[in-house]
């Protein structure tokens, strides 16, 4: 399998590439869709020449990326476009061999399920055979590297892709077992963007499962593991947070950088459901609907927990679903992350009904977007709800096939496991 | 003012100012440039007299600023019949007395050779005067005399605004005046006319805001001048039948004329920094009640006072609409269903094949694994006329143009010609794609495979009918009207040749052809085939100009977008 991920990796570096060499490129980077307050690379050269002029880069309210990021293109910023390229290069391969992994165990299990015949006949449908799981991987990190979204946000030099790097990576050792690689890169991931913190419970569970400790609240093992992997997470957050007020001598990147995600100032137009409400929005309710609209993220860990607790890698897909539809700033890039994970339950999507439909209006929605925008900032023809009512829209679609894939999900692994019929009618 | 003041100009004729008893001016301007023969000599050399109107201007007491401008068209231009252009733009801005300098707007007249818009400029210069003379301006007003009339337009914007989208080459403007806030563009080529004309169509099919065109109308029947649109008076007889197809015909000119995404005046290109403007076409005809240009300028005094108390720029009423008469309107709220219905037909279809593709396939062994298999080769399948009806697209936009100078090595064409000929040359070559495109896709296509590529295509239409309906309605629901029935019906298994025929009879480039005939036809100046084709050819000619020039995205689309989609449905005809 290394020679067509190869050659797949060959292929999204040349597309890439061309982008770049293209007058296309200054005109992707300006899109507000691709790039956000928080990610824009013209944010992080201004941060750069700030840093060098002698004066904190956060200074005019002007970049809001982490210490670490600035320190990082400081030596690298001739280097932008190889450096993104090969964030992209390594979000794939980290997919990649995650899924590999996830595969093996799958198929473990099923092999088990099936010897011990607790898979009833008509449920032939839902197994997957090896020959098809085969391919999964590699349709993985296929999606990832030639979804248009991820070719625009690498192109137009968003910081987004070093924060789906990081998400991968700590996907990757999540599902190899290896717990403190997995704290230290979700506290990192945390560390850039705070919404990642909701993958700890995902995290918790996986890991839990793997070392056979049972998810029990009334055990001390599992109370003990909680607190070892707390231990290493709050301890690497520590030790960033620490080093990040060592780079640049003073505390003044916290309110700047998450004060700026939690609180929202910016209200520049994107793909998000903030900007619009918070435009309209009397200064006396604001804080009120701030609270609401973030906890609206961490809200879901609980009963998505709960219910998928035995599927954890499914409440992952699930949880960076909900992160990048329901964050402050999100692009499309943090959309192209969750898509990536799509061919791995691809066996489930005969039974999405409105599968269809949901591609269509996101099809659609993504197509509207530059109109619209074209519309109303440059013919000065339509107004800003026009384009809203296309954010909404495009949400909508995405949080309908969320829901409808974990019902799905939920009713194919029950009907799986338990001795009645595949339940094909989901209603 | 009063009395009446003689004006020298050099070799001109004599300029009179008579008195008027309501209002203090009467400027008569004559520019008779066959008469004097210095003045030819000036006309060749610069084109315009800038010198002597950057006088009069500063006669008048305006700020007189010039712009000088270059650009060297991709190919010559048969219908202006121009090549390398340059030129000068001349403007005048009268400052307001009393108020902050912040909003301005504009009164334009296209200065060009011999005696088109002759009238124009004086009339324009005539208003200058007697608006520097009032007291109740609070905003700039700026006269604007441009040369070759749309460039000249286009880098006076440019230099304006500090944009430069066309790659054009003009000298920075001196003066501004701040933020435009309308504009109109005057077009008049004799001292007296029967009516004005209301021109509103402009780049891309935009339009200025409906109350614009409610503020002349109604302007023009407080004063009592004959108002048309489209060339074609109003009716009042709504309800019988030759009334109604009258107001049709007006609202298909204007549909025409919108869908051809062409500025058609020079406020066409104001529109797209977001500068409400019109043009204002001064038409003598065989009517026996003439109005004079002392009305003509109360008219304008008239609109620039309304203009001028303008608080916010024009946004209340609709800028999607279509006008059958100046005082009947058909807003976006009713004529987008009907697209909506057309696009519907698309979704349909693409739902009863998404329905024939995700039903079980009849039964095998192993059913899992072989649907798994036949997916991976039918992607390829489909990805392959894709790309290929792509590639055929760009060649269709990039190498009429750059490949002129080969052309014209083996053919003996003119330059346009050589253009347009290859255009035409391409396109029909990628009638021959499909039988090649087989043979490189090794085996025949299968069943499955002609319908994920329908599905794709299908929906790859609908979205871009409903994001062209959206920007230019017009072009949007011609080509709708022409490609829906055509996408919704065509499977490999309906006869080849009648449906071959229809596929081609509906193509974007006959529709071109029929919409020439069509336009003349609504125009009541039919023309006869060899014109016709003359003039289609001139059309595709303009339709490359402008989209070089001035950034008109039509061209593009239908080469790019458009020409690509129909040759998916090309191929799937001859899929097996």
Known sequence: MAAPLTLLLILAVTIRAALYRSSLADLIAERVEVVSPLTAWKRVVEGLALLDLGVSPYAGDVFHETPLIIYLFHFLVDYAEITFMVTDVITAVALYLAVKDYNKQVFRKQKYALEAERYPLDCLELIRSPKEMYYIPLKVAMFYLLNPFTILSCVAKSTCGLNNAVIALFILTTIKGNVLLSAIFLSLATYQSIYPLTLCAPALLYLTQRQYIPVNFRRFSFWWFVAQYAFMYLGSLFVMICLSFFLLGSWDYLPSVYGFILSVPDLTPNIGLFWYFFAEMFEHFRLFFLCVFQINIFFYTIPLSIKLKEHPVFLIFMQLAVISIFKSYPTVGDIALYLAFLPVWSHLHRFLRNIFLVSCVLLACSALFPVLWHLWIYAGSANSNFYYAITLLFNVAQVGRTVTETKVHLAASVSGFVYRSCCLTVT | ?576
């Open chain 2, 1 to 576: 003012m009063t009395g009446s003041q003689e004006i020298r100009a050099p070799d001109l004729s004599l300029l009179t100012i008579q008195q008027d008893s309501q209002y203090d001016f009467l400027f008569y301007l004559n520019f008779i440039c066959s008469q004097s023969a210095s003045l030819i000599k000036i006309f060749l050399c610069s084109g315009m007299p800038v010198d002597w109107l950057v006088k009069t201007m500063q006669a008048r007491g305006l700020e007189v600023f010039t712009q000088t401008f270059s650009r060297t068209l991709p190919f010559p231009d048969e219908n202006k019949e121009r090549y390398m252009v340059k030129g000068t733009n001349v403007y005048g801005i009268l400052r307001a007395p009393r108020a902050p300098r912040t909003e301005a707007l504009v009164l334009s007249a296209p200065c060009t050779q011999g005696d088109h818009n002759n009238q124009a400029v004086g009339l324009l210069l005539g208003l200058a005067q007697y608006f520097r003379n009032q007291i109740y301006w609070a905003k700039d007003i700026i006269f604007l005399i441009n040369e070759h009339d749309l460039i000249g337009m286009q880098a006076w914007l440019e230099g304006y605004h500090h944009t430069n989208t066309t790659g054009m080459d003009w000298s920075p403007l001196q003066g501004r005046g701040g933020s435009i806030q309308a504009a109109l563009s005057l077009e008049l080529s004799s001292d007296v006319i029967t009516s004005m004309d209301l021109v509103l169509e402009g780049l891309n099919g935009q339009l200025p805001n409906l109350d614009l065109a409610n503020l002349f109308y109604a302007f023009c029947q407080k004063i009592g001048v004959l108002c048309t649109i489209q060339g074609k008076l109003q009716r009042n007889d709504w309800d019988s039948v030759s009334g109604y197809s009258h107001s049709v015909q007006t609202m298909m000119l204007m549909v025409m004329k919108q869908a051809s995404g062409r500025p058609w005046g020079d406020h066409g290109l104001f529109l797209r920094y977001h500068i409400e403007a019109a043009t204002i076409k001064g038409i003598n005809s065989f009517r026996q009640y003439k109005t004079d240009t002392n009305t003509i300028g109360r008219l304008l005094e008239g609109m620039y006072r309304k203009l001028n108390n303008l608080l916010e720029r024009l946004h209340q009423s609709y800028f999607f609409y279509l006008m059958p008469s100046l005082s009947h309107f058909v807003s976006i709220g009713y004529y987008m269903p009907a697209f909506g219905l057309l696009a519907v037909i698309l979704l349909l279809r693409a739902l009863d094949l998404w329905v024939q593709l995700a039903s079980p396939p009849p039964g095998t062994e192993d059913g899992v694994v072989d649907t798994e298999q036949m997916w991976s080769p039918d992607v390829l399948s489909v990805l392959t006329p894709l790309v290929i009806s792509h590639l055929t697209g760009v060649a269709l936009y990039y190498l009429p143009i750059h490949f002129q100078k080969m052309a014209l090595e083996h053919f003996p064409v003119s330059d346009t010609e050589a253009v347009v000929l290859t255009a035409i040359a391409v396109y029909t070559a990628g009638l021959a794609l499909p039988h090649n495109t087989h043979r490189f896709v090794s085996g025949e296509g299968t069943e499955h495979g002609w319908r994920v590529l329908k599905l794709v295509a299908v929906l790859y239409l609908a979205v871009l009918l409903g994001c062209t309906a959206l920007i230019n309605f017009s072009l949007g629901f011609i080509l709708a009207l022409t490609l829906v029935p055509v996408a919704a019906f065509v499977t490999p298994h309906v006869p080849k040749v009648p449906s071959a025929f229809v596929l081609v009879i509906l193509s974007p480039a006959c529709t071109l052809l029929f919409s020439v005939f069509f336009f003349q036809e609504l125009q009541e100046v039919p023309i006869s085939f060899q014109d016709g084709w003359v003039l289609y050819l001139s059309v595709i000619s303009q339709g490359i100009l402008d989209h070089s020039l001035y950034g008109s995205l039509v061209y593009p689309l239908i080469a790019l977008l458009v020409y690509p989609c129909w040759l998916l449905f090309w191929n799937i005809l001859f899929w097996e």
